[in-house]
């Protein structure tokens, strides 16, 4: 005899169920789109993850995620300017995506909606696992966005800033780039809105052969929002990809990384900032499979706690059977502000190759004294000395990036806010 | 200008005293040079005349300018007046050294009611000084201290004194790490501040910065205490002879 138990579905389960219905009639898609579309919702009928999931342990997204609102198709969002001066903005307001498009040489940029309504983007809709919940959410019910291919050899002298703004209620927006061989960009995520709203985004980079590419998401949602994101790349041969994530709102947020190194050469870099004030919950997590021989990463994640804020970060390294010679390392380091706050680390590394150099670390802190004195014996007072303290924390990891104007600008970032959690 | 009285201190964590009864008077417009031997508690010294919270005061008082300075923070002594050069800066990395000291010098000018400074004006004062201590300005582009060799970081000290123009000085073992030609420009620099209305205390183990910076007074540490006071005679006489003789005598 099979007992068979299922749950009591959550309120925000049954929403979203009850929006796939509704929304179902609006949902661009060719007949392929709406199998994965299918799908999809059947993975989420069968239950949000909870903390029994490995993946999702220090994220009980079925507990967590509390309600979730309605679409919104009166909502405004308000366009900003780009973080980085000159940038060539691609918009998406309250998930709908611009008929004015820019034309910048070496750049074919096409709506998602387009490439849903004819399926050429379906096979991108995979989960890439079982306990793919955020890929999912956002097949389910991803209805713009943008697709982006940048021409072998292009080199592009402004980044290129990938907006996704809301004004509340429910969007689900995906990114598709594809940056050709030899081709050198920036391209800037950004992710700001306000009000209560669910928000799902996905990007999906490839960089063929000899791509260099210096991806900054700058995450800034309302304290009352849910912001689930991926980041899907493959990273041919030779290719170079720094991706940059800097978390600084939002009330319950999962940034997922997901990374392949496919060629040999490959070098990925990730350094990530997670500002966390007030009863937030922001996690990010890494899965990042070094798949050939002779590749190399390295992970810096700085955070800072303050009022009841948790933070996680995952970080998952496989290095897979063949892949000799690769060279990863991993660290995440703490600020702690507040006896309230927390932050988990989970560091993981799986190897299968004998001849490689990996190694992780992480640490939890609080400001230095001897730097606080020296500060005040110059007489800063004491609160302008260990601002000072905190900020030069997390700038550092800024300063990396060694591009003066991208530099400027995210510190500007990082400065608002500070002056709003000061 | 400042007057320390029977002061006695001791580190904090484990209750070790370090300062037995320590009495000292300097003047407007003096330098006064307190030496001792290793251990002797000059370092300690300065550390408490800036107010690090390392040390505690058990008995006795500094006043300066005639107010106890025992309840101010590091800060609020900075703003009064107070300077430490210390012996080892700090590196601290993230924070760039001209924003640093923009932030510093601004915070100081604030304290005594004046408006922040303008940035032309904050570059040239900072330009001018950097000439005369004959410091690249690449350098301050640079997180504060981090990289700078032991005689850049002494310089960088002496480049704050010079901007943020303190009235009581301490340098704290200013000489050591420093080559002949680099000694000579601290040297200048600091005796370019000297002044009628600012006083200027300099703790070394040896004579040689003396003979650069010629002091009014020199003092004897030891044990936490000075036990013997005289002018810069007594620097050559313990060059010349050591610390034995003078410490033999107190003992």
């Known amino acids: 005899m099979n007992i068979h138990t299922t749950p009591q579905r959550t309120p925000a389960e049954t929403a979203l169920i009850d929006a796939f219905s509704d929304r179902l009639s609006l949902l661009p898609g060719d007949g392929t789109v709406m199998l994965k579309r299918d799908d999809a919702i059947e993975a989420i009928k069968s239950g949000l993850p909870t903390r029994r999931i490995e993946s999702w342990h220090y994220t009980d997204l079925r507990r967590l995620l509390t309600s979730v609102p309605d679409f919104d198709p009166a909502a405004v969002a308000k366009a900003i300017a780009p973080v980085v001066e000159g940038s060539a903005v691609l918009p998406v307001l309250n998930g709908v995506s611009s008929t004015k498009l820019p034309d910048i040489d070496g750049i074919a940029v096409q709506r998602l909606s387009e490439k849903l309504t004819d399926g050429s983007i379906a096979p991108g809709l995979d989960a890439y696992g079982a306990d793919d919940a955020i890929g999912a959410l956002n097949t389910a019910f991803v209805a713009d966005g943008y697709f982006v ?25 995906r990114f598709s780039v594809r940056v050709g061989a030899g081709a050198k960009a920036v391209i800037v995520e950004r992710q700001a809105g306000e009000g209560a709203a669910l928000v799902s985004s996905v990007s999906q980079l490839l960089l063929e052969e000899g791509a260099d590419v210096m991806w900054l998401i700058v995450q800034e949602q309302a ?6 994101a991926q980041f899907k790349a493959h990273l041919g041969k030779d290719a170079k990809l720094t991706l940059f994530v800097m978390n600084a709102g939002g009330n319950l947020v999962r940034q997922e990384v997901v990374v392949r190194t496919t060629g040999e050469g490959a070098d990925f870099t990730l350094r990530g900032i997670n500002l966390l004030a007030g009863d937030t919950h922001t996690d990010v997590t890494m899965v990042l499979d070094h798949a050939v021989p002779h590749t190399a990463s390295t992970e810096v994640i700085r955070n800072v706690v303050t009022g009841r804020a948790r933070g996680v970060f995952q970080g998952r390294i496989n290095v897979h059977q063949y892949a000799q010679k690769t060279n990863a390392k991993m660290a995440c380091n703490t600020l702690l502000l507040s006896d309230d706050g927390e932050f988990s680390t989970k ?14 670390g992480a640490t939890v802190t609080e400001i230095d004294h001897s730097h606080l004195f020296y500060l005040m014996a110059r007489g800063i007072d004491e609160k302008t000395a260990r601002g000072l303290l905190v900020k030069a924390f997390v700038a550092e990891v800024i300063e990396e990036l060694d591009d003066e104007a991208i530099v400027e600008a995210l510190e500007a970032r990082l400065d608002g806010w500070f002056v709003a959690h000061g | 200008m400042l007057e320390i009285r029977n002061l006695h201190a001791r580190i904090v964590d484990d209750g070790t005293e370090i300062i037995r009864g320590l009495n000292l008077t300097v003047k407007a417009g003096e330098v006064a040079a307190i030496m001792g031997p290793n251990g002797s508690g000059k370092s300690t010294l300065s550390y408490i005349l800036a107010g690090r919270e390392d040390y505690e005061v058990t008995e006795g008082d500094i006043l300066y300018n005639g107010q106890s300075i025992l309840e101010m923070d590091p800060a609020e002594r900075a703003t009064s007046g107070i300077f430490l050069a210390f012996q080892y800066p700090m590196e601290i990395p993230g924070v760039a050294t001209m924003e640093f000291l923009k932030v510093a010098m601004n915070e100081q000018r604030k304290a005594r009611g004046e408006e922040p400074l ?32 032991g005689g850049e970081k002494k310089r960088a000290e002496i480049l704050q004194m010079k901007l943020l123009e303190p009235k009581l000085c301490v340098l704290d073992e200013t000489d050591s790490g420093l080559d002949i030609d680099a000694l000579k420009i601290v040297s200048e620099g600091v005796n370019a501040l000297r002044a009628p209305d600012r006083a200027i205390v300099i703790i070394t183990h040896y004579q040689r910065l003396l003979q650069y910076i010629v002091p009014d007074s020199v003092h004897v540490l030891y044990r936490g205490q000075v036990v013997k006071s ?8 313990l060059e010349a002879n050591g610390y034995a003789g003078v410490i033999g005598q107190a003992a």
């Open chain 2, 230 to 237: 005289g002018d810069k005679s007594l620097a050559l006489d």
């Open chain 1, 149 to 173: 291919d940048i021409a072998d050899g292009t080199e592009l002298d402004k980044p290129i800033e990938l907006q996704n703004l809301q004004a509340g209620g429910q969007t689900h927006v």
């Open chain 1, 223 to 228: 304290d009352t929002a849910t912001h689930l």
């Open chain 1, 347 to 360: 560091p993981e590394l799986e190897i299968f190759a004998d001849d490689v150099v990996c190694g992780h």
């Open chain 2, 118 to 149: 303008k940035i032309p004006e904050f570059l040239k004062r900072v330009k001018d000084a950097a000439a005369l201590l004959d410091m690249d300005m690449a350098m301050l582009k640079r997180p504060l201290n981090v990289g700078f060799s």
